[in-house]
């Protein structure tokens, strides 16, 4: 099916009425369509077809037949790498149109979703370097016998996907699990199912072998839920709520699935006063309000040393209140709305208990003026925030961040590790003595000492703690999508001790 078949218009409204399995674009039998709300405006922009349990068993054959044949038999590891670097430039050449598609679907500036369709390219490329590079090991259990590991692709994973960054975080498990040649369902989120099914277009212009690339859209607890249960997954990649993620391993473990979560955080981003204030500034307000605060990494608490925290708290405030908040589709527009009704209420909610607690408001808080539909909030600071409020332990996935003062390096790193999440921590110092005491004192999966956003294709990136399981990205995230199987080969011309002889 080319594009445009896939696009056709009932009441005016785009609808991709067909799904990826096996290769083919299906009509799911349920016949649902998912509607899809433009956050800038409120309205329905697109629908989508809800894979049911039909669909989930039928992209689950596909994926194990696909395990069954060329991919897993005959293709080497070089050629895996080659499907995976075709994948990447189809991704670049049709950039634009997909970030269109995922800017009205998520509500992100274009000049963001761009930038992370050009990203999840990279990421595709690295995984397809890292194919061939994926090896066991030979062991010297004995010098008269060969014992050497495989790894092995796991099998069939599915990929359940949050919202927030719909491809991004569909590369980051796309590029690992066909790299260690696995076959993979995509279960994008409901709120954005759209680019998604762009990947399984994708994936079918790359030839890539039926069923190796699966694509259900559809609900979390129906189409997520089968997945996760389903006998025949052998690994389910998920990024989202870590709720979501209990769940998930409630429903794996009965077929103990391997499991990898990414869920979330609740940042430190520590500046001591001798640290680059400005640059502390500029990158602490790009780490708190990109993505209108809906990323998992954002750096949400933001932590000052005390002779300089009402300088930095009134400077952040003001250019917090300087943030041009608007439509994604709008060259101008710095930051979009939120991405569904659901979470800018979850955000209102947040603003109205960090007033409750006493915390001081010293920017936006409200709807911004001028936009009287679609999501939007301002971005927010509260200053003077306790650590132990739920402003400053729950994530909140908005643009509002919480600010507090600390007096001296045991105490940032108390307050900083004062969380039931550790995804990201940064700290701001001059001092490197300081900079790795703190780096090593915090627990997160990634510490930035002096910068923000070091997310990088070639760095392990996870959480501690209930920010996750596992790790993505880096060579090391390919063996996440493997199994080893360790070999042992006798060599030796000894007979074997006959322990029954007598
Ligand atoms: P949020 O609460 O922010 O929407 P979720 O963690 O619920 O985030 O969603 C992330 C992904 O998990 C989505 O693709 C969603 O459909 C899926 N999901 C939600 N509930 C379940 C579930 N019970 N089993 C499997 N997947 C689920």
Redesign the pocket.
Request: hydrophobic share 35%; charged share 20%; aromatic share 12%.
């Given at each position: 099916m080319n594009n445009e078949e896939m696009r056709l218009p009932i009441e005016g409204v785009q609808t991709f009425e067909k799904v990826f399995i096996g290769g083919e674009w299906i009509a799911p039998r349920g016949g649902r369509l998912i509607e899809s709300i433009d956050p800038a405006t409120e309205e329905v922009w697109t629908r989508v077809a809800e894979s049911g349990l039909e669909e989930v068993d039928l992209a689950v054959a596909a994926a194990r037949q696909a395990m069954q044949g060329p991919w897993a038999r005959y293709f080497t590891a070089s050629q895996r790498g080659e499907y995976l670097r075709r994948f990447a430039l189809l991704l670049r050449r049709d950039a634009e149109r997909i970030a269109h598609l995922e800017s009205r679907d998520n509500g992100k500036p274009l000049h963001d979703t761009e930038g992370e369709i050009s990203k999840a390219a990279d990421w595709l490329d690295f995984f397809a370097g890292g194919a061939d590079k994926l090896n066991g090991s030979q062991i010297p259990v004995r010098p008269d016998a060969l014992a050497f590991t495989r790894r092995e692709p796991i099998g069939v994973v599915a990929a359940?996907?949050?919202?927030?960054s719909p491809i991004m975080m569909a590369a980051w498990k796309l590029g690992p699990a066909l790299a260690a040649g696995n076959a993979i369902i995509l279960?994008?989120?409901?709120?954005t199912p759209v680019s998604a099914l762009q990947l399984g277009r994708l994936a079918q212009e790359a030839g890539l072998p039926p069923g190796v690339v699966n694509v259900l859209p559809?609900?979390?607890?129906v189409?997520?839920?089968a997945?996760?249960t389903h006998p025949g997954v052998n690994k389910v990649a998920?990024?989202?709520?870590w709720?979501?993620?209990q769940?998930?391993m409630q429903?794996a473990s009965g077929s103990l699935k391997r499991c990898t979560f990414e869920c979330g955080g609740k940042s430190p981003f520590i500046v001591f006063e001798d640290a680059d204030l400005d640059k502390a500034l500029v990158v602490g307000l790009n780490s708190a309000f990109r993505s209108t605060g809906q990323s998992c990494s954002i750096a949400s608490r933001i932590f000052v040393q005390r002779p300089i925290y009402e300088r930095f708290a009134s400077a952040f405030a003001e250019r917090a209140k300087a943030i041009r908040v608007g439509n994604p589709l709008d060259a101008h527009t710095h930051i979009g709305p939120q991405t569904?009704a659901?979470?800018l209420a979850k955000t209102q909610r947040y603003i109205g208990l960090g007033l409750e607690s006493g915390a001081r408001l010293i920017a936006g808080g409200g709807r911004p003026p001028g936009l009287d539909r679609g999501y939007f909030v301002e971005p927010t600071v509260f200053a003077d925030v306790r650590n132990d409020s739920c402003l400053a332990q729950e994530e909140v996935?908005g643009p509002v961040i919480a600010m507090l003062p600390f007096d001296d390096e045991a105490e940032a790193v108390s307050l900083a590790n004062d969380s039931n999440y550790g995804l990201v921590a940064a700290v701001w110092t001059q001092d490197i003595k300081r900079a790795h005491r703190v780096a090593a004192a915090v627990e997160a999966g990634l510490v930035c000492v002096n910068t923000y956003g070091a997310t990088h294709w070639m760095l392990p990136y996870g959480g501690f703690k209930l920010s996750g399981i596992g790790r993505e990205n880096s060579l090391e995230s390919l063996l996440e999508y493997t199994e080893v199987k360790s070999v042992f080969v006798d060599l030796s011309d000894q007979r074997p001790a006959d322990r029954f002889a007598d």
């Open positions: 359940i996907l949050p919202w927030n279960k994008p989120a409901e709120q559809g609900y979390g607890p189409a997520g839920a997945l996760t998920f990024t989202g709520d709720r979501t993620a769940k998930i429903a569904s659901d979470q996935f």
